[in-house]
Each structure stands twice: as C-alpha cells, then as structure tokens.
C-alpha cells in the first residue's frame, strides 16, 4: 500500500512537471518571438534612418559640388583666356581651358543625376 502511495506521488509529480514544463516553453517562446520582433522592428527603423541621412547628405555633397565645380570652371575660363589671348602662356591657357570645359561638363552631368 505505502509503495503505491509512493508510486502514485512520483508519477503525479512526473505529470505535473512535464505539463509545467510544457506550458512554460510555449510562454518562453511566445516571449522569445515577440523580443525577436521587436528586435527586427527596431533594426529595420534604424537601417531606413541610416539610409535616408546618407541620401541627405549624399545629396548635399553632390549639390555642394556642382556648385564649386561651376565657379572653378569659370575662374579657370577667366584665367584661361587671359593667358592664351595675351601671349603670356599660350600651351597653359589652352590646357586651361580644356579643364574649365571638362569641369564644366562634370558638373553638369552631376547636376542632373539622380541619387
């Protein structure tokens, strides 16, 4: 009689704890995959924030040097012509203005590429 007493409470305590156990696996992973979502939410906000202020500042440095690249292109022009038309250094002035040309046409297309 004592060792069915015994039996049943060992077999009681095995069934309770394997129920136990079931349950909170499945609680843990519920738990689990919602932390993993919101990890995911959290990474994906980050990495569109990121890539948005890239574009923003990529944006602005092609816009910056479009600017640049249009004044240097015509001081070189200025500068070109003096020393070609006054004989001072013809070969340099060329040269000038071949790079005001190509500067010029840089940022030309730059200015009309979309990023």
Do not use: C
Request: aromatic share 8%; proline share 1%; net charge positive.
């Amino acid at each position: 009689m004592r060792n069915r007493t015994v039996l049943a409470l060992i077999l009681l305590t095995l069934i309770i704890m394997i129920t136990g156990t079931s349950v909170a696996y499945a609680q843990t992973t519920d738990v689990t995959t919602s932390i993993i979502k919101s990890l995911q939410q959290i990474f994906e906000k980050t990495s569109n924030t990121i890539v948005s202020s890239m574009n923003v500042t990529l944006q602005m440095i092609a816009s910056v040097l479009v600017r640049v690249s249009e004044i240097l292109s015509i001081a070189l022009t200025i500068v070109g012509l003096f020393l070609w038309f006054s004989r001072i250094s013809p070969y340099t002035g060329r040269r000038l203005l071949i790079s005001a040309v190509l500067l010029f046409v840089f940022a030309y297309v730059l200015k009309h590429v979309h990023i």
